[in-house]
């Protein structure tokens, strides 16, 4: 099972950034799949988790209204659409489709 986590990086407070992740070496399609994020000192919490058809989502209270999850089962990848990007949104985010884990990618927000 691999995960390729892309997209991260450093943004400004009120901008956006688009996480990408590519999977292999399990039944994508059959899987839900779900962005967590670990800010510094905190347990991994869910961010958004979208079911193997797309048509049920899921969102994390901290991040309602401000991103999107989609994924496209013909390229067996997952994405993650933040906008309006707070300080609070630092963490390193990670895609999983349980039990399955990316290593993580940065997301830091800061002026």
């Known amino acids: 099972v691999q995960f390729v986590e892309s997209g991260g990086g450093l943004v400004q407070p009120g901008g956006s950034l688009r996480l990408s992740c590519a999977a292999s070496?399990?039944?994508?399609?059959?899987?839900?799949m779900s962005w967590y994020r670990q800010r510094p000192g905190e347990e991994r919490k869910l961010v958004a988790s979208i079911s193997p058809s797309g048509d049920r989502i899921n969102y994390g209270d901290a991040v309602q209204g401000r991103v999107t999850i989609s994924r496209d089962n013909t390229k067996n990848m997952i994405f993650l659409q933040m906008n309006g990007l707070k300080n609070e949104d630092t963490a390193v985010y990670y895609c999983a489709g349980l039990p399955y884990w990316g290593q993580g990618i940065q997301v830091t927000v800061s002026s």
């Open positions: 070496g399990f039944a994508f399609s059959v899987y839900i």
